[in-house]
């Protein structure tokens, strides 16, 4: 089984701020199977990258995703109020089944 | 457009059987693989299983085996989970999602329903 490990666990920094968050994987993701979700409180996941950089429809430029084999990050050019949120990394199609990570959870500092 | 709503949630003995409903609309729910997945308070998701378009493949988390099942009726627009013998590590939000390609087995997530809340107590 493939275990998925994101970090930090929380991130506390302002708007404005660059950040990246990491998602790495205990094998290689074939075809770089993973995704990126965002969730804030009380909501469903909301997609945004799949095949590890692919981003989702209404997915502003500022977010990009990126990596392959076992280390996968997403990155937040320029925080906006909104971002703040907590974002999960999730692998696919490497057997029938799938796995989310623990989260990394970004506050406003 | 595609909507997705869960049914079925509220409080469910320890030891009791649970069984969640979620209604699909707005896309040819034949054409799409299903899935399940739920999320305890605090943690993160938990992908639980999946049943293919067409109700004849079903596949399932190994800590779930045993005690899930998922189905679906092409014919309502409708599918199903089932889940024995609860315990309080059950506790969760329950969701139900959609494959974003048909017959495919991309297994990410881009319609979400919005959630039951499941509780365990006695």
């Known amino acids: 089984e493939i275990v998925l490990t994101q970090s930090p666990g929380t991130l506390s920094l302002s708007p404005g701020e660059r950040v990246t968050l990491s998602c790495r994987a205990s094998?290689?993701?074939?075809?770089?199977?993973l995704a990126w979700y965002q969730q804030k409180p009380g909501q469903a996941p909301r997609l945004l990258f799949y095949?590890?950089?692919t981003r989702a429809t209404g997915i502003p430029d500022r977010f990009s995703g990126s990596g392959s084999g076992t280390d996968f990050s997403l990155t937040i050019s320029r925080l906006e109020p909104e971002d703040f949120a907590v974002y999960y990394c999730?692998?696919?199609?490497?057997?029938?089944?799938?796995?989310f990570g623990q989260g990394t959870r970004l506050e406003i500092k | 457009q595609v909507q997705l709503v869960e049914s079925g949630g509220g409080v469910v003995q320890p030891g009791m059987s649970l069984r969640l409903s979620c209604a699909a609309s707005?896309?040819?729910?034949?054409?799409?693989?299903m899935h399940w997945v739920r999320q305890a308070p605090g943690k993160g998701p938990e992908w639980m299983g999946v049943?293919?378009?067409?109700?004849?493949?079903?596949f399932y988390a190994d800590s779930m085996k045993g005690r899930l099942t998922i189905s679906r009726d092409n014919s309502k627009n409708m599918l199903y989970l089932q889940l024995s013998s609860l315990r309080g590590e059950d506790a969760a939000v329950y969701y139900c999602?959609?494959?974003?390609?048909?017959?495919?087995?991309?297994?990410?997530?881009?319609?979400w329903g919005q959630g039951t809340l499941v509780t365990v107590s006695s």
């Open positions: 095949y590890a950089s």
């Open positions: 999730q692998l696919y199609g490497t057997s029938p089944s799938s796995t």
């Open positions: 999602a959609k494959e974003p390609v048909k017959y495919s087995s991309a297994w990410y997530f881009l319609h």
């Open positions: 049943v293919s378009h067409d109700g004849g493949t079903k």
């Open positions: 707005g896309f040819i729910f034949s054409d799409y693989g």
């Open positions: 094998q290689s993701l074939a075809r770089n199977s």
